[in-house]
């Protein structure tokens, strides 16, 4: 097992089946590793689906695999990706904000900002 840092990171997410037809979620990582992450979504997933995620940040797509997925509260689902043919070297620049005025306390963009 490797170990999970607990960072976010704003990203795309959208099954590589499709991500055309649905369109990309824009959601964020829960927590990252050096071959996975775990994200958020609103979208339920099974395990063996692909997925693609594009970091915002730095604009790299990955395609990774579902290990698992678990319901979480509000609807929301906490997706474990495995990214086994390549080591991931994350770019977190993304840190915890004060939330916008008006925006969503749920909006997961809203609530991040880039670092300089």
Not at 26 to 42: F, K, M, P, R
Request: hydrophobic share 40%.
């Amino acid at each position: 097992m490797e170990k999970r840092v607990p960072i976010a990171i704003v990203v795309h997410l959208a099954r590589a089946e499709d991500h055309r037809a649905a369109g990309p979620e824009l959601t964020h990582t829960d927590n990252i590793s050096a071959h996975g992450a775990g994200i958020i979504s609103s979208r339920r997933w099974k395990p063996g689906e692909i997925a693609e995620v594009t970091s915002l940040n730095d604009r790299i797509t990955l395609r990774g695999r579902v290990a698992h997925c678990a319901k979480r509260e509000e609807g929301r689902y906490y997706v474990g990706l495995c990214f086994n043919e390549q080591e991931v070297t994350w770019n977190p620049n993304v840190k915890y904000a004060a939330p916008q005025v008006g925006a969503s306390l749920h909006d997961p963009v809203a609530n991040f900002v880039r670092s300089a």
